[in-house]
């Protein structure tokens, strides 16, 4: 009999706002450079008082404790300015994913019962600006739409009907007395991918399951004396806005902002501004190894520069962790997280020896433990499904009791994740439980057919996944990039797994292609192959 007993609590603590984090910076180091994008700077100061700016704006719209105020913005310095605000007035920030269609603002609007929509303009190739009013006009509550310009002194808006963002800040002060939040209030709402048929459910996280979580990667990795993070990571994103954002500001560090990850412009930026630290998906490490047209790029120096490089969101391959490793002197460390769970729940540790594929060992105050169906436990090496408990799992999904509680019991929340457990109790991810391939009953997991795919010199990527099959129920499907240069063909590769993986578990059926569909995050989308 399972029970489900809300995350809102923080003994201990009688008021603490997450904002805390970017006004204990820009007290103690006002002048240090908070944000870096393109050839501009920002400094901790100005970026506190521009965020005290929007939230006087935020107060004088009636927002106050606990109303929901929704940001769509890519990685610009407008982001963790009206974020930081929506924190400083007590409110709840909703951030929202910049390809979302029309209809999926419209539903996030309306479910987390947002009263402004702070969206950005966007360009001629992503209309974000057009579609997130098309969602404002359509949501039944949502009270402001208010245009975010690329520029940050624009008054002119590309969205016909809307307010822009430097038009209604003008005339506030940029002194602002932060609202007395509880440590156990809800700081942010998180929205995954929706489809027609599976409408994404918003996570809310206390202020201090972010704080904690800023505070203990933090402790984790080592600091340099003036860091240098590179912000690619949509900030929109658990692991961009915890581990970039949150961690970022909390360790005093210059954020190297980057609107949309393209490799040779993160190269650049990375040579430029002496990046020391970064943070990205499989396919991120990947594209730096695999990009064209680095001859101008000054590796030596990126590689003397930077002392650490996570990756989380799905399993590195470990062809690529050796070849980044070669490449730029760092072993890349791998982690496990989910919105659902502030985001870090596990990392590997620099003063740990590195094991292929590990997320390493639960952080400070957080346990894990792989369970069935029925939620029983599963001892030893598992395989079973990874379940949470800790001061980082989110408080529920707002709203939605039941949905809550099918993923909840007695504080331990379910991930849908396949993983399995060392004897040292480090974990490893195998993969979304939706994900595995049943073959004529068997249970097959694509992430280690990817591993071996991978292993191949004439493979640069590869994602495999189930399709129907009338005998076999699922076949096993591999969708491959080609190294550059490379002809090896279907036959060849499937002769290749043929003889490295058991008779029912290797690929029939190989696709070429030139690209991959991906998230934001770099996360392969594998339910868009087919």
Not at 85 to 108: C, M, Q, R, Y
Not at 355 to 376: C, H
Request: hydrophobic fraction near 45%; charge should be negative; glycine fraction near 8%.
């Amino acid at each position: 009999m399972c029970t489900y007993v809300r995350n809102d609590t923080a003994g201990g603590f009688e008021m603490f706002n997450l904002s805390a984090i970017l006004e204990d910076s820009a007290r103690e180091v006002p002048r240090r450079h908070a944000l870096v994008w393109g050839g501009a700077r920002l400094s901790y100061a100005m970026l506190n008082s521009a965020a005290n700016q929007v939230a006087n704006l935020l107060r004088s719209r009636g927002i106050g404790l606990g109303d929901k105020v929704a940001l769509c913005c890519p990685n610009l310095p407008q982001f963790p300015v009206i974020y930081f605000a929506i924190l400083k007035a007590g409110a709840v920030a909703v951030p929202l994913n910049t390809l979302l269609d029309s209809w999926e603002f419209a539903h996030h609007l309306d479910d987390s019962d947002a009263k402004i929509f702070f969206c950005f303009e966007g360009t001629a190739d992503l209309p974000i600006g057009e579609r997130g009013f098309t969602g404002f006009q359509r949501a039944a509550s949502c009270e402001h739409f208010i245009v975010i310009p690329a520029d940050w002194a624009s008054k002119a808006s590309l969205v016909a009907g809307a307010e822009v963002l430097r038009q209604v800040v003008v005339g506030h002060s940029a002194v602002f007395g932060s609202a007395a939040t509880d440590p156990g209030d809800t700081a942010v709402i998180l929205y995954g991918s929706s489809s027609p048929h599976r409408l994404a459910l918003g996570v809310e996280l206390s202020h201090m399951s972010m704080l904690l979580n800023a505070i203990i990667m933090d402790s984790l990795f080592p600091r340099a004396a003036h860091d240098k993070v590179l912000a690619a990571l949509p900030l929109f994103h658990s692991f961009g806005q915890a581990v970039c954002m949150n961690m970022g500001l909390y360790r005093r560090a210059t954020l190297v902002m980057l609107p949309d990850f393209e490799p040779l412009a993160a190269l650049a930026v990375m040579q430029r501004e002496h990046v020391t630290f970064m943070a990205g998906g499989p396919t991120m490490y990947w594209s730096l190894l695999t990009t064209e047209g680095t001859e101008h790029v000054n590796i030596e120096q990126i590689a003397a520069d930077l002392n650490v490089a996570l990756c989380g969101g799905a399993a590195l391959p470990a062809a690529v962790r050796s070849r980044f490793a070669q490449r730029f002197g760092v072993e890349v460390l791998e982690g496990y997280g989910l919105s659902e769970t502030s985001y870090a729940t596990s990392f590997s540790r620099p003063d740990q020896p590195i094991k292929p594929g590990s997320t390493g060992q639960p952080i400070w105050g957080v346990e894990m433990k792989l369970v069935d169906p029925n939620w029983n436990d599963i001892d030893g090496a598992g395989p079973g499904e990874v379940a949470i408990r800790g001061h980082n799992v989110m408080k529920g999904y707002y709203n939605k009791a039941a949905e809550t509680a099918e993923v909840m019991c007695d504080g331990w929340f379910r991930t849908g994740d396949i993983g399995r457990r060392c004897d040292e109790g480090d974990y490893h991810i195998i993969d979304r439980s939706r994900d595995v391939i049943t073959r004529d009953g068997v249970t097959i997991y694509p992430s280690e057919i990817e591993e071996v795919l991978m292993a191949h010199p004439q493979v640069s990527l590869a994602s495999v996944t189930g399709v129907p099959h009338d005998e076999h129920g699922e076949e096993i499907k591999a969708y491959v990039i080609r190294s550059r240069g490379s002809a090896i063909g279907e036959q060849e590769l499937v002769a290749w797994c043929a003889a490295a993986l058991p008779a029912d578990r290797y690929p029939r059926v190989v696709e070429f292609r030139d690209t991959l569909p991906m998230t934001a995050t770099g996360k392969i989308l594998k339910r868009e192959l087919g």
